[in-house]
């Protein structure tokens, strides 16, 4: 998928593959402009043009993470079941660029209880903790594919949204 690049070239020399955190240090000065208005989104455009993905539905992950959060995470692979990847979703209007509820928001207090359901001590912050959220928005997406009004309702939603989650900067 297209994008434009947010971090420094040489940002996972180190560590190879792995989720950006809250305060990312490998992000550019350019790059957090560019997430908190989502605007590194912009050349998905293309994908959908060449069919790759739609405007709406489930943000792909790249492969090397999508397998180690399919591992982490029960059921993570089904969130793209019968489901084209999309620009925007239900996660991205509702959740940060990293997958954290936003404060206030209505699953905020129940993050922990979704993160951690059975309190494993030193399990708290784990990388998969925001996807753990995510992939519940992912699946409730899919769900509504099943009855075609509430699907299209929830598209209109989510078209609805976007520029506004942009336009505030709530990708954080």
């Known amino acids: ?27 550019t000065k350019v790059g957090r402009i560019l997430r908190k208005t989502r605007l590194d989104e912009l050349p998905q455009f ?10 709406v539905g489930p943000r792909p992950e790249r492969p090397e993470l999508a397998a180690q959060l399919a591992m982490a995470i029960p059921y993570f692979e089904e969130r793209m079941r019968d489901v084209k990847p999309g620009i925007t979703g239900l996660a991205q209007i509702n959740l940060s660029y990293t997958g954290k ?18 309190r494993v001590e030193g399990a708290e912050d784990a990388l998969a903790d925001d996807m753990r959220v995510k992939l ?37």
């Open 1 to 27: 998928m297209l994008k434009f690049r947010s971090m420094r070239p040489d940002a996972e020399k180190y560590t190879g593959p792995v989720l950006a955190t809250q305060d990312d240090p490998r992000i």
């Open 46 to 55: 293309i994908n959908v043009f060449l069919g790759d993905m739609s405007i």
């Open 101 to 118: 509820p936003l404060p206030g928001s209505l699953i905020e207090p129940f993050s922990k209880d979704l993160t951690n359901p059975f």
């Open 136 to 172: 519940l928005y992912d699946l409730a997406y899919s769900a509504a594919t099943e009855n075609f009004r509430a699907f299209m309702l929830l598209e209109l939603a989510i078209l609805f949204r976007t520029p506004l989650v942009m336009l505030r900067a709530l990708g954080r």
